[in-house]
């Protein structure tokens, strides 16, 4: 916090209110009142930097078990300012690694520096801002201090082109805090102090959205003292404060160099916590490590805010399994889970264990995890599984049989193009049957086989396209069984089960790999569900005869589809694939019409007309909006309605009549199309509120 100038202004006002009246502003007191707290104030709290210690990279003096016993919580500086910018505070990552070993709560501020007409810079610092504390597991909330903007004048009393007007300044910290809200879902707390505010705060903006953290120096309340004339409350910005800097002058023993008396302390209600995350584990689930009756492998992994130390493992009536102190790295959960650093080393996070074949039974199970936090504390979680087996194997391209895998393996290759030609699957030890059946190109889905014999073909090099897989007798009362497979052009489809397809249909493409699951009956799916099986469907024969339009797109990696007519969707739904270029003609109407696409590093295109082809061929450029209009008699007695499909949107809003349809300044795709033509004047198809969407500047 920049303490001289708060320091100054403060003596000024104490000077001028132990006088009578503020002098210097040649008005009458006239004091108003104070502003009261958002909350009960009886939090101790300090804010530390650098210049609270002896200035090191190495070490830090400060004696935080001893600080624990005199405040509730620590600010602590993370960016500083000098005269090349900002740089990270050299205590920082210091203070905040012993505030967290001795369970101290702990929180980060951010010394703005605001630049004039220049928004992206304030996203830039937020996320600068946003990338230091995401480490770390703080627990208060973040704040942005708001006290500087360069002067009004210059050295040589010109005005100065850098300072920022009240509503452009309004305008940047807002944007640093959207900014810094998108990447960590947290509001800001705003500190500052009342004359800053009054000279440089814009009252029309609705400051009261974040928190405050008011600087006022030897007053027994912030605003006590001010002149209602010279900053009525109406200039205050807030009408309640949830934390104060009381003095910058006071002292710790926990701070050796605050003895003589140069240490920020505050007062706060505790709405400057953040509410603590709950503890989080999952269980990836027992595996088989070995593919014949191998050891079992318990694999999870574990989130508390002070850390993870331990993890204990018991099953059923609380029988051991195991313990670990082994917490590894699990990026993926780091990623997913702890993007915002609420978690200590949220990284490390990863568990496993591994037990002998045989040593749990074939039946259910329920394991219970205790995990050991670092602040001691204990969390537990239980799951229920089974300990049953599904065995299966896959004939590769080139490769032949590969060697069975069980429950959850990969069964095929991967990023090798390889065609999956023939499967197996049988159960182990487990009562009851399975039977399954794949479709095979040229063949179409062939009979059901079951318990090990081959379903596809052998030395006919024909690619599997989709699969059945179904259990029978006493499996199929106690289990699902849940298949996925990796398709041609699609990646990993979700999850199918009990029969159903996975896959695809009319693309041609080839199954690459596949993966099988056995769970308890009714038990959650291990994953999405929602596109198990893609199905290109032939559009309906066209009717020469009748008055249509008449459309078809060319798609990524498709091709040329069919043309579809009057409302049928041309282009694809759920693969993300790029629309390439479009044909539009009118069948047995008088008149013509005509089309112009936006297209990826090209822009809008000339008009077309009457089926020629807008966009590109061979170049896989998106279209990214499209504008369509009628002609001659058509367009005296018929309107032209159309919709699109957009990456990131979906479906949005009907256009008419050469309006625009899609988005522009996004770079988003279209996927599909639909298109009416509908009597003159006749109600739209369906809403036209957005129809095309435009990126803000």
């Known amino acids: ?92 990552v210091n203070f905040a690694r012993s505030a967290q070993e001795v369970n101290l709560k702990y929180g980060f501020y951010y010394y703005y520096i605001p630049k004039k007409d220049d928004l992206e810079d304030a996203r830039q610092q937020a996320k600068t801002y946003y990338s230091f504390i995401k480490n770390f597991a703080y627990s208060c909330v973040p704040v942005l201090d708001v006290e500087y903007n360069p002067p009004a004048l210059d050295e040589n009393g010109e005005p100065n082109p850098e300072h920022l007007s009240k509503a452009q300044l309004a305008a940047s ?28 705060f814009d009252t029309s903006f609705p400051w009261n959205q974040y928190k405050l953290w008011i600087a006022h120096y030897d007053v027994p309340a912030p605003m006590y003292g001010i002149s209602s004339t010279w900053m009525p409350e109406s200039s205050w910005c807030w009408s309640r404060w949830d934390m104060w800097q009381y003095t910058s002058e006071g002292t710790l023993t926990s701070v050796p160099n605050s003895a003589s008396g140069h240490l920020d302390l505050n007062t706060a209600t505790d709405n400057i916590f953040l509410s603590t995350p709950i503890a989080l584990s999952s269980l990836d689930s027992p595996s088989s490590t070995e593919l014949n009756g191998g050891d079992i492998t318990i694999r999870g992994w574990a989130l508390s805010h002070s850390g993870v130390d331990r993890v204990d493992v018991y099953y059923d009536d609380f029988l051991w399994v195991g313990s670990t102190s082994d917490i590894y790295e699990r990026p993926d959960v780091q990623e997913s889970v702890n993007s915002n650093g609420r978690y200590n080393d949220g990284l490390h996070s990863g568990f496993s264990l591994t037990v002998e074949a045989g040593f749990f039974s074939n039946d259910k199970h329920t394991l219970r995890v205790a995990v050991i936090n670092r602040n001691g504390t204990v969390n537990w979680f ?58 095979v190109q040229d063949i179409g889905w062939m009979p059901w086989v079951a318990n090990g014999a081959l379903s596809g073909t052998s030395g006919q090099s024909k690619r599997l396209e989709a699969i059945q897989i179904r259990l029978t007798g006493e499996a199929a009362d106690d289990y699902d069984i849940y298949y996925r497979v990796h398709a041609e052009n699609n990646g990993w489809l979700d999850w199918a089960k009990n029969g159903e397809s996975s896959g695809t249909a009319g693309y041609s493409y080839r199954l690459e790999a596949i993966e099988v699951k056995l769970v308890p009956k009714n038990a959650a799916a291990p994953g999405p569900t929602t596109r198990a099986f893609v199905e290109r469907i032939a559009p309906a024969p066209i009717d020469p005869s009748v008055q249509k339009v008449v459309y078809k797109t060319h798609v990524q990696d498709v091709g040329w589809q069919d043309y579809v007519t009057s409302g049928d969707v041309s282009g694809t739904s759920g693969q993300s694939k790029r629309l390439e270029a479009i044909q539009i003609k009118l069948t047995n109407i008088a008149g013509g019409i005509e089309y112009s696409t936006h297209v990826q590093d090209v822009g809008w295109m000339d008009y077309v007309a009457n089926d020629a082809l807008s966009g590109t061929s061979g170049q896989s450029k998106r279209l990214e909006a499209i504008r369509i209009r009628l002609t001659g008699a058509a367009a005296e007695r018929l309107d032209v309605y159309y919709c699109v499909h957009a990456q990131n949107m979906g479906w949005l809003d009907w256009a008419k009549n050469g309006e625009a349809a899609g988005t522009a300044g996004y770079s988003y795709r279209l996927e599909a199309i639909k298109i009416v033509i509908v009597a003159k004047g006749s109600p739209a198809p369906g809403s036209t509120a957005t129809s095309f969407r435009q990126a803000p500047a």
């Open 382 to 439: 239980t799951y229920d599984f089974t300990y049953a087996q599904v065995e299966y194997q896959s004939h590769v391209q080139d490769v032949g049989w590969q060697d069975w895998v069980r429950d959850g393996d990969v069964s095929g290759t991967s990023g090798q193009s390889k065609r999956l030609e023939a499967m197996r699957f049988q159960l182990v030890d487990l009562a009851g049957g399975i039977e399954y059946r794949t479709h």
């Open 1 to 92: 916090m920049n303490k001289s100038i708060k320091t100054l202004i403060s003596l000024l006002l104490t000077i001028m209110t132990a006088c009578g009246s503020f002098a210097y502003f040649n008005v009458n007191v006239n004091a108003a009142t104070i502003m009261p707290s958002a909350g009960e104030a009886n939090l101790k709290v300090v804010d530390i930097s650098q210049w609270n210690d002896s200035v090191t990279t190495n070490t830090d003096d400060i004696d935080f078990s001893l600080l624990k016993t005199q405040v509730d919580a620590v600010y602590i500086r993370s960016y500083g300012r000098n005269d090349t910018g900002t740089y990270v505070d050299w205590q920082a």
């Open 173 to 200: 910290v807002k944007a640093f805090a959207d900014e810094f809200k998108s990447l960590s879902g947290f509001d800001l707390m705003i500190y500052s102090y009342p004359n800053f505010i009054k000279n440089n």
